[in-house]
């Protein structure tokens, strides 16, 4: 039972241009998310996060979108730069307890 | 501080041999937690740790896995009679308790990568 999907396992942009990578979750007491960064070789890395109280939230170029009635999120890299390519996970949890459940990626190559 | 460090970074092991990894996560962070990541999929939750008690373990952790922190500071995964099967990077990652000063953000290591020939 996959309760965080990422339907797309990879995605190219050109640099400069919007990078939107999406997440949909099941779960309807899933009320905070965070998305993670994870290079080869290197433990995920937090990126963003967004509690189920606000459906915006930034952070420099990274913007994170979540949608409750439609049980989405997304993620907006803007402008997209080489150093952004690595895979980005979603990530989902219930605040009364204390483990997140993953997406299975999306690999994410910036075109310069 | 340095974040959080597992040790060692690479395994490789003969089926049937036991291994045993390391995690040293954030001095202050008295939650922590194991999971494994397989190729093509997203870390999966192992077993978690609030101080030295350990309050959960996933169906995925076989008798032959066991998690230690002995002190409430590092922490030890051991396999048993390794398989192919449990090739994997296993990851370790900490926090604070959320409204004990933190929120509810992980910090991950860099993980052990283990190979089962």
């Known amino acids: 039972d996959q309760q965080v999907k990422q339907n797309s396992p990879s995605l190219s942009v050109q640099e400069g241009r919007i990078s939107i990578l999406n997440c949909d979750y099941t779960n309807s007491m899933f009320d905070y998310f965070l998305w993670y960064k994870k290079y080869p070789a290197e433990g995920p890395t937090f990126l963003i996060s967004i509690s189920s109280i606000k459906d915006k939230n930034e952070d420099g170029r990274f913007t994170v979108f979540l949608n409750k009635s439609a049980k989405h999120l997304s993620l907006h890299i803007v402008p997209s730069q080489p150093g952004d390519s690595a895979v980005y996970f979603c990530?989902?949890?219930?605040?009364?307890?204390?483990?997140?459940?993953f997406g299975t990626g999306t690999r994410l190559k910036v075109l310069a | 501080d340095t974040g959080v460090s597992q040790d060692p970074r690479h395994k490789i092991t003969k089926r049937g041999q036991n291994v045993t990894f390391r995690c040293d996560p954030i001095s202050e962070h008295n939650r922590l937690y194991w999971y494994r990541q397989t190729l093509g999929q997203g870390p999966e939750f192992l077993t978690y740790f609030q101080n030295e008690a350990q309050l959960e373990k996933s169906r995925l952790l076989s008798d032959r896995f066991s998690a230690e922190r002995p002190k409430g500071s590092f922490s030890t995964l051991e396999i048993q009679r390794t398989e192919q099967g449990d090739s994997a990077m296993y990851l370790c990652a900490s926090s604070l308790t959320p409204g004990q000063g933190g929120d509810y953000g992980y910090t991950f290591g860099s993980g052990t990568r283990l190979t089962v020939v």
């Open positions: 990530a989902a949890l219930h605040s009364g307890t204390y483990k997140y459940i």
